[in-house]
Each structure stands twice: as structure tokens, then as C-alpha cells.
């Protein structure tokens, strides 16, 4: 069974610097997605960023980018200019691929993020 | 843009009534799923639904469980009698537009209180 580990349960940042998020999963699977969303107190679930293991190329989107090291199985966030309204907690998720499409989400349990001014 | 809905936002209920939580996919996507988050644990799968039924669940869902697509826009999960255990904040999530099929966009979620 896939597992997804978030060693931080808290972390903190002054505003516009950078912050790196852990994550790391165990599987066997060598065709998967990993995902980072974003969950402020309102606590809708919002995709931050996503990453195909097939892809040697790390994701970027704007101010947030990954560290995927697919041979540690580990895949990490980085939040650059960290601004307050990023306050949130962050959750990685697992998604095995199957024929068919009907893939579930395996989360980590959370990352609290607070950006200070 | 295009996004999940869900109503109610919230709802308190006497344990052991029938609860059910709505959901709105994007109208395009053809995958749907239900996920809860307990306060303060993780986001948890119960179920997923494609084509009108059930393609996985997880071992929470049991009986007391049932999804139902009852037209061609809600998505529904119904908790037959509700117990003290099922207060969670319930997420729908749809995916597999033509473009993006694997991303999962959730709804705002339904916060579930049993009493």
C-alpha cells in the first residue's frame, strides 16, 4: 500500500521569503502523480502544483516549485515571496495510475504553514 | 472558471437520521469522488464513481454508505443513520476533463456535525 509521509506538522515564514515543504512516499508503482494542495482556513482543497513521475523535469507554477527525486521518493515544496495569504495548510498527495481513470488520492497528514509579516 | 459545488456548507444532525450532501461537478469531467477529513487528521477516499457506479471505496464506506447520480449534473452521498464518528468536513471531487484528466478539483466541502 502507498504511503505519504509529512515529517513537518508546522512551519513558518516571514513574508517574501522562501519556504520549503517535505514530503515523501513509499511505493512500488512506477507510473503515479503527485500532487501539493493548499487548504487556508476557509478549507476548500486547492491544487497548488502537480507532478507526473514520468517527467525528469521538476513542475513550476509562478512562485511555487517542486524538488522531485523520484529515486528517494521525495517531493518537496518550495514557496518563493511568500506572501500572507499562502497561510494555509499544505497537504501532498499520492495518485496511482490505473486504466480507466478512477484514480484516489492518498494524502499525507498536513503541513501547517504561517507567513508572517 | 469552472469549479465544484456543494451544498450544504453546513449541517448538524441527530445521530442515527439520514444525512445527504450534494455536489455539482465541472460539467465536463466524467470521474467522481467523495473524500472526508476528520478535524485535525488527514484527507481521507471513500469512494469513487464513474459511469453511473461505484469503481472503488474504501473500507469506511460500508452500508450505512451510498452514492447516487441522480440526473446529469448532482452527485450525492447519503449516510443512512448517522453516527457520532461521521462528523467530518465531506469533499466531492470530479476529474477527466479532455485536457486534464488526472487533476481531482474539490468542491468547498459540507461540514457534517452528528450530535
Known amino acids: 500500500a502507498q504511503t505519504v509521509t509529512q515529517s513537518q506538522p508546522e512551519m513558518s515564514v516571514q513574508e517574501a521569503e522562501t519556504v520549503t515543504l517535505s514530503c515523501t512516499y513509499d511505493t512500488s508503482e512506477s507510473n503515479y502523480y503527485l500532487f501539493w494542495y493548499k487548504q487556508p482556513p476557509s478549507r476548500q482543497m486547492i491544487l497548488v502544483i502537480r507532478?507526473?513521475?514520468?517527467?525528469?523535469q521538476n513542475a513550476t507554477e509562478n512562485r511555487f516549485s517542486v524538488n522531485f527525486q523520484k529515486a528517494a521518493k521525495s517531493f518537496s515544496l518550495k514557496i518563493s515571496d511568500s506572501q500572507l495569504g499562502d497561510t494555509a495548510m499544505y497537504f501532498c498527495?499520492?495518485?496511482?495510475?490505473?486504466?480507466?481513470?478512477?484514480?484516489?488520492?492518498?494524502f499525507g497528514a498536513g503541513t501547517r504553514l504561517a507567513v508572517h509579516p | 472558471e469552472p469549479e465544484v459545488t456543494q451544498t450544504p456548507s453546513h449541517q448538524v444532525t441527530q445521530m442515527g437520521q439520514e444525512v445527504i450532501l450534494r455536489c455539482v461537478p465541472i460539467s465536463n469531467h466524467l470521474y467522481f469522488y467523495w473524500y472526508r477529513q476528520i478535524l485535525g487528521q488527514k484527507v481521507e477516499f471513500l469512494v469513487s464513481?464513474?459511469?453511473?457506479?461505484?469503481?472503488?471505496k474504501s473500507e469506511i464506506f460500508d452500508d450505512q454508505f451510498s452514492v447516487e447520480r441522480p440526473d446529469g449534473s448532482n452527485f450525492t452521498l447519503k449516510i443512512r443513520s448517522t453516527k457520532l464518528e461521521d462528523s467530518a468536513m465531506y469533499f466531492c471531487a470530479s476529474s477527466a476533463s479532455p485536457s486534464d484528466e488526472e487533476t481531482q478539483y474539490f468542491g468547498p466541502g459540507t461540514r457534517l456535525l452528528v450530535l
Open positions: 464513481f464513474y459511469n453511473n457506479e461505484i469503481s472503488e
Open positions: 498527495a499520492f495518485m496511482k495510475l490505473r486504466p480507466g481513470g478512477y484514480n484516489k488520492l492518498i
Open positions: 507532478q507526473e513521475a514520468y517527467k525528469q
